[in-house]
Structures are given as C-alpha cells and as structure tokens.
C-alpha cells in the first residue's frame, strides 16, 4: 500500500505527547464549537473538533492512528457531557466524527502521501477529500444519529446540510493553518529579510481593521453586502505574497469575525432564521476560501518553479564561466556565437565581443574544410552524446587537437546550440610518445631476442654458405677434367643458388626482426605464423634438445595483427617455455603449440610447457616489468609481448597445467569480414 511507504518515522516516545495534544486540541474545539452554534440547531456554524482530527491523523503514520482517535475520545466526553447532552447522542457524535476523519485523511493520503498545501494538485486533493467527500459521506450517518437519538427539531436534511457546510467551513479554515504551521521551517525564519517581517505586519493590520469595521461595526441598512467584499484586498494581497501560510492564516482571521456577526445577527447576517444565518456564512466562507487556497498554492508552487530555475540557471552560469572545457552558445537558425567562456577565449584567442554575432567558420577555427563539413552535419542531430574529433586552430595559427560535442538547448525562448570544446591536443601528443616509446620497446625486445638466437641463426647461416663453399670447389675440379662434367656442374651451380636463397631467407626473416616501424597490421594466418616462428627457432630447439608438438587447427579465421610483432610473442613464449625444462631430463623437454577458434569469439595461440610451473600467486606478476624467475633475465620480456598484444586489443594470459608445468594463452580478435 502507498501509505507504508511513505509514512514517517514516529518513535514511540512521540505517541504519548501527541496523544495529549490532541486531547487538549479537540477539548478546546469542542468549546469552541458548541459557542459556534445557533440555538435551537443542534449543529455548530463551524465544528472545529472534526477538522483538529484530520489533521492530527494527516500528520501521523496509519499505523498511528488508533492512538490519535482514542486520545480524542475523552476530550470529546468532557467537552460535550458538560453541556448536558445525552451519552448516547455524545457517543453517535464521536462515531461520526471519528469516521469523517479517517475517510478524509485516508483519502487524501492515499492520493497525496505528503500532508501538505502548497501546490494545486495537493490542495485539489485536499479540498476533494477532505473538504467535500468526508464531510459529505460522513452527515449521512451524523444526520441519521441525531434523528435516531430524537436531538433538536430540525429535520434530516436540515441536519444534514448543516453539518456538512459546518465541517466544510471548519477543515477550510482550520486544516490548511495546522498542516502549515506544523510542517513549517522554524530555522529558515532568520533567513526572511526585514521587510517580509513589516509586509506581515503591515497586512495584518489591514485585515484586523477591515473586518472589524465590516463584521463589528454599525453599518447602515443595505450596505452590508457590499462592504462583504473589503477584506478581499487583503486576503489578494496574503495569498499571491505568503502563499499557502498566509491565505489559510488570514481566511481563518476572516472566518472567525464572519462567524462571530452571523451568531449575533450583525450584518450582513441578520437573517431573521439562525439556519439561515449559519447558512450564508458558511456560503460565503466556502466560495472565499477555496479560490484564495487555490492561489496560494499555486503562487508557492509558482515560486519554487522560480527558485529551481533561477538555481539551474546559477548553477549553469557558474558551470558555464569555470569549466575547464571550451563552451560556445550559438543560435540555431544561423550559427552565430551568442555567447563563450573564459577557456573559449583562452583557447581561440578571441574575446567575447569579437566572438559574439559570428559563426566558427567566420573565425576561421576550422584547419580543414572537411572538418568544417563535419562539424556543421553533426549540429544537424545534437544531443545524443556523441563526440566528434576536429582539428582547430587558434587566432595565432595554433593548431588544436580537440574533441566538440553539440546539445540543443533554449536561452531566452530560442533555440540554441551549447557547443563543449575539449582541448585534447597533449594527450593526443602523450598517445603518440607512448605509442613511440612502446615500439621502441619492442624493437629491443626483439633484438635481445635475437641475441639469445644468435648461434642458433648463425648455425642457419653457416649451413648454406659452408655448402655454397663445397659446391664450388667441387665446381671447379669438374671443370678442371678433359672433358669437364658439364650436367654435374649444371647440377652444383642449381645447389649453390639453392643454398644462397636459403640463407638469403635467413637474412631476410633477421633484418624484419630488427627492423623498427610503426604497427602495422594485415590480414594474416595464425598458423602460417606459427610454422615460420618453427622454422627461425629450428636450430636452437635442436641446440636445447625440446621437442614442439603442433596441433593446427585446419580451419581459422585470419586475424588483423602486425607480422613481425606476432613472430616476437611467439618466439618469446616458446624460448621460455625452453628455459622452463632446461633443467629437465632430456626426453621430457617437450612443448605443445595448439591452435583453435574459442567458442566462434577469438583465435586461440597456446603454449604449453613441462617445466617446473608459475609459483603459487604469481600467474600475474610474471608480466610485470623486470620480475624474471631466470637467472641473468632482465624481466622484460612477457611486459613487451603483454603490451603488444594489448595494441592488437587481444589479451595474454598464463595457467599452470594439472599435472606440471605451465600453459600461455594468447587471444585474438578475428577480422570482421572472417568471422563469420
């Protein structure tokens, strides 16, 4: 139910002092009500106990209310007993008032959850429910106890219609002035300036004399109806500059001398029939009140609509001056600059004066036409969070790396442009030296790298010029015979430039390992790289006596990486993986290379080794720089191939295997146009 979420923490220690204010509160409307009535109506002109309950029920949780009603009960036996009315008619009175509280604060609360007047929809739901449904339901049966009991000799629908405007009036005059009071700020009162305190006053004042000379005073015959309408000024005047506090305070001021003249016959209330009387106070009371409610709900909702937009509006200003981005306003019909701030001017070099009335492109802050292009189509659909990067320049010819975005907005009830400039130029500028400093990186990786290999390619290389060198000396004693062998020679020269592009392929592979450039990315086969990683490392792996193990998928998608680059992580992870079983007996030297396309996600490179593992906890810190488990290691190499794969926006990662050793696994993201 709404109610229980809404309702506020009432400690205990509150039930037993609010039960007594209650008590005394209802004790004293009783009075007040039975002094209000006009003999011989057994109703009041205005019955106050009724409207003090539903707002003492208005402000209490539900789960509260038992108490408040049973704190009423004996104010109501002592108020009404004493004045010699019958028990059971005292009884009926309490049922019906009883019931006409809960019905309209059970209502209210249940449309409304805060117990207040200041805005048009909580004040409609207040005169709805409390005003108009709860006093008319409830007369019903109040009307019926009073026929029942035989009290008075007014009729039922007598009964009825006074005791219905008779709560009406009361929970208009009474309930708006406690809802207020008791919800009310109490330390925001020495914030009200002076003049505030005299404006009171001063309307105060007013509205005292005026109705004591319109209610109290001797008026002459015919006159008094028009003169019903001088307290309007004032009751104007509390409404539009005290809202809701000071149209409820100052109509329960009116309705107090109002009702006071209509008991003692003055005018204009000097009907020759009570009923009659009570009847046209409590006409004009009502139709008073509810439009001065009306409009000092909707003047304090009007001002806290102002108060939110004028701190939205600071707040935006004070936003807008400071921040540390560029920002630019510009109309929407034409581009121009209506405003900029302090980073703006800074940025561009131009002052706010020049700035105002000229587009950017008039300023000239665009280095490309195409950016200008670019800049002017993304202002046709703002607003959706989306950036776009534009090269600008300054008034000095100072280029800008920058990023814009455009919101539409509306200043002064026309549609504007709020254009956010950040200046990324330096961390464009720390991308690139990064970048840099990476390469940079992993160029010497790779040639500590091929320092490690150096025997190994040196055997490569050895290999064919050694057999160049055989080839030709046996050339040449072929050629020294009568008659030279001519097709053996043929057949030496065909070895000869066999062995020369072999080691000119060895050459080859050396000088693109130690070359240095940017990434550069292609469409490669993961196995490819795989067999030609094999073939570099053929001599040191025979060298470390390991035997690798393949196991190549047959079908992979082709992946956008940086050849060289790719060739130094698997060099790199195979070598250690080396390291790892050197100490190992020579028949267990053996590393595994998979292949395999995971889940249709990424292209999976695994190396698997039978050495001694990855310490407990340190499957993380292996790719930390300068942590090495090698004796004469430097710690780099698993940082550098953990990075490069990081540019290639894959990821690298180490397992140790169940039974021993450890496994390497490299993730990449497949080409778009491949995957699938």
């Given at each position: 139910m709404r109610l229980a979420s809404v309702e506020p923490v009432w400690p205990r220690t509150r039930t037993l002092g609010a039960m007594l204010i209650v008590a005394v509160a209802y004790y004293v409307g009783v009075r007040v009500g039975l002094d209000l009535t006009m003999r011989p109506n057994p109703v009041s002109t205005?019955?106050?106990?009724?409207?003090?309950?539903?707002?003492?029920?208005?402000?209490?949780?539900?789960?509260?209310?038992?108490?408040?009603?049973?704190?009423?009960l004996p104010a109501h036996l002592a108020g009404e007993?004493?004045?010699?009315?019958?028990?059971?008619?005292?009884?009926?009175?309490?049922?019906?008032n009883a019931s006409e509280a809960l019905i309209g604060a059970g209502a209210a609360r249940l449309l409304e959850p805060v117990p207040r007047v200041d805005s048009f929809r909580r004040v409609t739901v207040f005169l709805v429910s409390c005003v108009f449904f709860a006093p008319f339901a409830s007369s019903f049966l109040d009307a019926a106890f009073v026929a029942w009991n035989r009290f008075g000799t007014a009729g039922y629908w007598e009964v009825w219609r006074t005791r219905f405007f008779s709560n009406a009036l009361a929970t208009l005059a009474l309930v708006p002035v406690i809802l207020q009071t008791a919800?009310?700020?109490?330390?925001?009162?020495?914030?009200?300036p002076p003049r505030r305190y005299v404006e009171a006053g001063a309307l105060t004042l007013g509205l005292l004399?005026?109705?004591?000379?319109?209610?109290?005073?001797?008026?002459?015959?015919?006159?008094?109806?028009?003169?019903?309408?001088?307290p309007l000024p004032f009751l104007l005047w509390a409404a539009v500059r005290f809202g809701p506090g000071g149209s409820s305070g100052s109509l329960l001021v009116m309705a107090l001398f109002a009702i006071w003249a209509a008991i003692h016959g003055q005018r204009p209330f000097d009907a020759t029939s009570s009923s009659m009387n009570a009847l046209a106070v409590q006409l004009f009371l009502i139709v008073t009140s509810v439009p001065l409610l009306t409009i000092g709900a909707v003047m304090a909702e009007r001002r806290r609509v102002e108060q939110a937009l004028r701190g939205s509006e600071e707040r935006f200003a004070v936003a807008f001056r400071s921040s540390p981005d560029a920002f630019a306003i510009a109309r929407q019909s034409n581009g121009h600059?209506?405003?900029?701030?302090?980073?703006?001017?800074?940025?561009?070099?131009?002052?706010?004066?020049?700035?105002?009335?000229?587009?950017?492109?008039?300023?000239?802050?665009?280095?490309?036409?195409?950016?200008?292009?670019?800049?002017?189509?993304?202002?046709?659909?703002?607003?959706?969070?989306?950036?776009?990067?534009?090269?600008?320049?300054?008034?000095s010819g100072a280029v800008l790396q920058a990023v814009v975005t455009a919101q539409s907005v509306v200043m002064a009830d026309k549609p504007c442009f709020l254009i956010i400039i950040r200046d990324i130029t330096d961390r464009r500028q720390a991308e690139r030296e990064l970048l840099e400093q990476r390469e940079e990186l992993a160029h010497l990786g790779r040639v500590a790298l091929l320092g490690e290999l150096s025997a190994a390619l040196a055997h490569e290389l050895n290999q064919p010029l050694a057999a160049i060198m055989a080839n030709?000396?046996?050339?040449?004693?072929?050629?020294?015979?009568?008659?030279?062998d001519l097709p053996e020679v043929r057949n030496i020269l065909e070895d000869i430039v066999a062995?020369?592009?072999?080691?000119?392929?060895?050459?080859?592979?050396?000088?693109?390992?130690?070359?240095?450039?940017?990434?550069?990315?292609?469409?490669?086969?993961?196995?490819?790289?795989?067999?030609?990683?094999?073939?570099?490392?053929h001599s040191e792996l025979i060298q470390r006596e390991v035997l690798?193990?393949?196991?190549?998928?047959?079908?992979?998608?082709?992946?956008?990486?940086?050849?060289?680059?790719l060739q130094q992580v698997l060099m790199n992870l195979l070598l250690n993986a080396c390291d790892a079983m050197g100490e190992r007996p020579r028949e267990e030297r053996q590393a595994t290379i998979t292949t395999a396309w995971a889940n249709g996600d990424a292209v999976m490179v695994s190396v698997a080794d039978q050495g001694t593992g990855i310490p407990e906890g340190k499957l993380e810190n292996v790719f930390e720089p300068f942590f090495t488990s090698k004796q004469h290691g430097l710690g780099l190499g698993l940082a550098i191939c953990r990075t490069i794969v990081a540019a290639h926006g894959g990821r690298l990662w180490a397992v140790n295997n169940p039974d021993r050793g450890a496994t390497f696994h490299l993730a990449l993201q497949p080409d778009a146009h491949d995957a699938g």
């Amino acid at each position: 139910m709404r109610l229980a979420s809404v309702e506020p923490v009432w400690p205990r220690t509150r039930t037993l002092g609010a039960m007594l204010i209650v008590a005394v509160a209802y004790y004293v409307g009783v009075r007040v009500g039975l002094d209000l009535t006009m003999r011989p109506n057994p109703v009041s002109t205005m019955w106050p106990p009724n409207a003090i309950l539903t707002a003492a029920l208005l402000l209490t949780p539900a789960r509260a209310w038992w108490t408040v009603v049973l704190a009423a009960l004996p104010a109501h036996l002592a108020g009404e007993l004493s004045e010699g009315i019958p028990l059971t008619m005292v009884l009926c009175w309490f049922i019906s008032n009883a019931s006409e509280a809960l019905i309209g604060a059970g209502a209210a609360r249940l449309l409304e959850p805060v117990p207040r007047v200041d805005s048009f929809r909580r004040v409609t739901v207040f005169l709805v429910s409390c005003v108009f449904f709860a006093p008319f339901a409830s007369s019903f049966l109040d009307a019926a106890f009073v026929a029942w009991n035989r009290f008075g000799t007014a009729g039922y629908w007598e009964v009825w219609r006074t005791r219905f405007f008779s709560n009406a009036l009361a929970t208009l005059a009474l309930v708006p002035v406690i809802l207020q009071t008791a919800t009310a700020r109490l330390d925001r009162l020495r914030d009200v300036p002076p003049r505030r305190y005299v404006e009171a006053g001063a309307l105060t004042l007013g509205l005292l004399a005026t109705c004591t000379t319109v209610f109290l005073g001797r008026l002459a015959p015919g006159t008094g109806t028009a003169f019903l309408y001088a307290p309007l000024p004032f009751l104007l005047w509390a409404a539009v500059r005290f809202g809701p506090g000071g149209s409820s305070g100052s109509l329960l001021v009116m309705a107090l001398f109002a009702i006071w003249a209509a008991i003692h016959g003055q005018r204009p209330f000097d009907a020759t029939s009570s009923s009659m009387n009570a009847l046209a106070v409590q006409l004009f009371l009502i139709v008073t009140s509810v439009p001065l409610l009306t409009i000092g709900a909707v003047m304090a909702e009007r001002r806290r609509v102002e108060q939110a937009l004028r701190g939205s509006e600071e707040r935006f200003a004070v936003a807008f001056r400071s921040s540390p981005d560029a920002f630019a306003i510009a109309r929407q019909s034409n581009g121009h600059i209506v405003d900029v701030n302090e980073r703006w001017e800074a940025m561009f070099g131009f002052t706010r004066a020049e700035a105002e009335g000229r587009s950017p492109a008039e300023l000239d802050l665009f280095l490309y036409a195409t950016d200008a292009d670019r800049f002017n189509a993304h202002l046709v659909s703002p607003g959706h969070g989306h950036e776009i990067e534009l090269r600008l320049r300054s008034r000095s010819g100072a280029v800008l790396q920058a990023v814009v975005t455009a919101q539409s907005v509306v200043m002064a009830d026309k549609p504007c442009f709020l254009i956010i400039i950040r200046d990324i130029t330096d961390r464009r500028q720390a991308e690139r030296e990064l970048l840099e400093q990476r390469e940079e990186l992993a160029h010497l990786g790779r040639v500590a790298l091929l320092g490690e290999l150096s025997a190994a390619l040196a055997h490569e290389l050895n290999q064919p010029l050694a057999a160049i060198m055989a080839n030709a000396r046996a050339g040449q004693r072929l050629m020294a015979r009568q008659p030279p062998d001519l097709p053996e020679v043929r057949n030496i020269l065909e070895d000869i430039v066999a062995d020369d592009r072999r080691a000119s392929e060895v050459i080859r592979r050396l000088h693109a390992l130690l070359e240095r450039g940017e990434l550069q990315l292609q469409s490669l086969d993961v196995n490819e790289i795989v067999r030609e990683v094999l073939g570099l490392m053929h001599s040191e792996l025979i060298q470390r006596e390991v035997l690798v193990h393949t196991r190549l998928a047959p079908v992979l998608p082709r992946v956008p990486a940086d050849r060289v680059q790719l060739q130094q992580v698997l060099m790199n992870l195979l070598l250690n993986a080396c390291d790892a079983m050197g100490e190992r007996p020579r028949e267990e030297r053996q590393a595994t290379i998979t292949t395999a396309w995971a889940n249709g996600d990424a292209v999976m490179v695994s190396v698997a080794d039978q050495g001694t593992g990855i310490p407990e906890g340190k499957l993380e810190n292996v790719f930390e720089p300068f942590f090495t488990s090698k004796q004469h290691g430097l710690g780099l190499g698993l940082a550098i191939c953990r990075t490069i794969v990081a540019a290639h926006g894959g990821r690298l990662w180490a397992v140790n295997n169940p039974d021993r050793g450890a496994t390497f696994h490299l993730a990449l993201q497949p080409d778009a146009h491949d995957a699938g």
